[in-house]
Nanobody, 126 residues
């Protein structure tokens, strides 16, 4: 069955970097869109980055453009989220999700995803 397992979160100082990993199994990455989402306590879930299965196009929320980079390693069946220049407001639980739908530029919308990982916590604090 479809399974997503996130890792790489932790406590980091402002300005630092992290690379989150999403290990995928049970489906073909070539045909599934992958998104990264985050949710902070008391806030709504936010789509931060996604990658299209169709052509590998990537999309980012305005709040993270220039700092976050999504990528996928098909042989390793892993999708990464590189996070640079971390800010305290980036503190949240980060989740990866997938869907067999070709969402294109709408892939930041969490409601369109069928499968979710358990999340990894990112805390940015000095």
């Amino acid at each position: 069955q479809v399974q997503l397992v996130e890792s790489g979160g932790g406590l980091v100082q402002p300005g630092g970097s992290l690379r989150l990993s999403c290990a995928a199994s049970g489906f073909n990455l070539d045909f599934y869109d992958i998104g990264w989402f985050r949710q902070a306590p008391g806030k709504e879930r936010e789509g931060v980055a996604c990658i299209s299965s169709n052509d590998g196009s990537t999309y980012y929320a305005d709040s993270v453009k220039g700092r976050f980079t999504i990528s996928r390693d098909k042989p390793k069946r892993t999708v990464y989220l590189q996070i640079n220049s971390l800010k305290p407001e980036d503190t949240a639980a980060y989740y990866c999700a997938t869907t067999p739908s070709d969402l294109g530029s709408t892939c930041l919308h969490g409601g369109d995803y069928n499968y979710w990982g358990q999340g990894t916590q990112v805390t940015v604090s000095s």
